[in-house]
């Protein structure tokens, strides 16, 4: 039996204020298999956020344990996460964090050259994918110069250059239109299953749950309910 490339254990997070603490999740626990892609629903307010950056090793839980492809990264340290998420995780924001002075080929590039994997072939790449999400001719335009749905593709771009093993995406069509944000909710799908990754979407728009292979709810920071058959699925998708 394949082991999960994402699996918490009894996961919670809290932020503590001035006489006062939130509960932002609370005791969760799942596993993504590889080849899976998985969506995070909920109401606003929810946890999904902050799940996402928990599994990114951008936050570290208050209790609980992160195992993200074999690693536990809710043990490692800042520069050991550092290092693990430009190797390991692809990570989509709702705000793209272009760097404004780069190109949209350079910022694409950029993720290569951190890694120390920049050469030739893997410009190549980085131009590949940049056409793949239709932007063959906005290759060395700046990120001014762009829509917001061209600015989140180039971020898509970005996130899945250096081949990881995790990809993870809050709200990544929320800048696109109906017909672009299919293309792109289905080329992370692709992108998960033919590389036999792990992959989770924080999605508001149930439409695009149609190329999920299980949907997790989460409300007040609890998972309360995994659909895991097309049938269930496709009724959640008929209420959006």
Do not use: W
Not at 176 to 182: G, K, M, S
Not at 195 to 216: E, Q, S
């Amino acid at each position: 039996m394949k082991q999960p490339i994402i699996e918490t254990s009894s996961v919670t997070k809290i932020y503590r204020g001035a006489g006062s603490s939130v509960i932002a999740v609370d005791n969760a626990s799942l596993a993504v298999y590889p080849g899976e892609f998985v969506a995070l629903v909920g109401p606003s307010g929810s946890g999904k956020t902050t799940m996402l950056a928990m599994l990114a090793a951008l936050l570290e839980p208050s209790e609980g344990q992160i195992c993200i492809d074999g690693h536990l990264i809710s043990k490692m340290s800042e520069p050991e996460r550092v290092k693990f998420r430009r190797q390991r995780i692809g990570f989509t924001f709702q705000s793209n964090n272009l760097l404004p002075y780069l190109t949209v080929l350079e910022n694409v590039e950029l993720m290569l050259r951190l890694n120390g994997r920049y050469n030739r072939e893997a410009r190549q790449q980085a131009i590949q994918s940049l056409i793949r999400l239709g932007l063959e001719d906005r290759l060395h335009s700046l990120p001014n110069q762009l829509s917001g749905g061209q600015r989140q593709r180039v971020a898509i771009a970005r996130s899945m250059i250096h081949n990881p093993s995790v990809i993870l995406a809050d709200e990544p069509t929320a800048n696109l239109d109906t017909e672009r944000a299919y293309q792109v909710t289905q080329l992370f799908a692709d992108l998960v299953h033919e590389n036999d990754r792990a992959g989770i979407m924080v999605t508001h728009d149930l439409r695009m749950c149609k190329y999920v292979d299980r949907i997790i709810q989460i409300e007040d920071g609890q998972i309360v309910a995994e659909l895991k058959t097309r049938q269930e699925i496709e009724a959640l998708i008929s209420c959006a």
